[in-house]
């Protein structure tokens, strides 16, 4: 059965990093797109980060971009998100997803599997 897990959240303050891994188990990561999305109380879920299959190409969120880094190992079958300089308003709750289709990379329909999430808090 094919299931994601995300791990690595927490408190952190202002300034601060965090890096998030997404595990999978039951399929390769591979061969599909990994996205970062978050919801924050009260919001919608938003699209942060893509890594596409086979690492062709690496997306962002505007509001992360220069802060935040995806990236892949195979070997662990495990997608990261490193983030730093970490801000207030980047509290909510991270989840990981895959697809093996396409389409814009934050399209959350898109995607076919989701991790259960983390919660991610920055504050002081």
């Known amino acids: 059965q094919a299931q994601l897990v995300e791990s690595g959240g927490g408190l952190v303050q202002p300034g601060g990093s965090l890096r998030l891994s997404c595990a999978a188990s039951g399929f390769t990561l591979n061969y599909y797109d990994i996205g970062w999305f978050r919801q924050a109380p009260g919001k919608g879920r938003e699209g942060v980060s893509c890594i596409s299959s086979h690492n062709r190409r690496t997306y962002y969120a505007d509001s992360v971009k220069g802060r935040f880094t995806i990236s892949r190992d195979n070997a662990k079958n495990t997608v990261y998100l490193q983030m730093n300089s970490l801000k207030p308003e980047d509290t909510a709750v991270y989840y990981c997803?895959?697809?093996?289709?396409?389409?814009?990379?934050?399209?959350?329909?898109?995607?076919?599997?989701w991790g259960p999430g983390t919660q991610v808090t920055v504050s002081s």
């Open positions: 997803a895959a697809r093996s289709g396409s389409s814009g990379w934050d399209m959350i329909s898109s995607y076919n599997y």
